[in-house]
């Protein structure tokens, strides 16, 4: 048996969470995606900070609440300007911060999430001549996504979905759970490596 050979790939979101609310506008449940925009409204010695989305449909705005009625000494000087000035990769971050969603109830919809999968270390990249081998693949999922381990294998294995599928069943591919975990490990048994 040769083990210990473990790949690492960390799953990051690319896009801001698109989110399905009921639209007034519309009159109908819609797609509502992020401006990239900042609300900011300072009252006295109350700031809150909105996330601006909009429905793709009507462009009715939605604002998703990222500060509500905290004083400003709160927030930091350098976060305070990203928001005035719209800051692209601050917009990323709240757009991605799930537990932003669930405490206003935002309904990610999870068909149009937008990803990368970034391989963290190369060091097992051959086992040639290795008959039996096993691997560990271990995948970083900070942002907590709710993607369905299966979907990813593919790409990561470099194999067509219905040889996954095959080698899941035949016990080859070894996971638990059928969601990414914030960290899943996955056994995969080569027996016949070519
Ligand atoms: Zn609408």
Redesign the pocket.
């Known amino acids: 048996m040769d083990y210990c050979k473990t790949i690492e790939y960390r799953i990051t979101p690319t896009k801001a969470y698109t989110i399905i609310r009921n639209?007034s506008?519309?009159g109908r449940k819609?797609h509502y995606v992020s401006t990239g925009n900042f609300r900011v409204n300072a009252n006295g010695r109350q700031l809150d900070v909105w996330l601006v989305y909009q429905?793709e449909?009507?462009k009715?705005t939605y604002n998703l609440p990222i500060y509500e009625r905290v004083s400003p000494e709160k927030i930091e000087d350098a976060q305070y300007q990203a928001f005035l000035g719209n800051d692209a990769d601050t917009a990323l971050q709240f757009g991605t911060d799930r537990n932003l969603f669930l405490k206003n109830r935002a309904e990610i919809d999870i068909e149009r999430l937008e990803c990368t999968i970034e391989k963290l270390n190369d060091d097992c990249a051959k086992h040639e001549g290795v008959e039996n081998s096993e691997i560990q693949i271990i995948i970083h999922n900070p942002y907590m996504l709710p993607i369905r381990t299966d979907r990813l294998l593919p790409e990561i294995l470099q194999m067509s979905r219905s040889k996954i599928r095959q080698l899941i069943k035949d016990g080859s591919i070894q996971y638990f759970g059928s969601n990414l975990a914030e960290r899943t490990e996955i056994k995969v048994y080569y027996t016949d490596k070519s």
């Open positions: 639209c506008g519309c819609e429905c449909k009507c009715h």
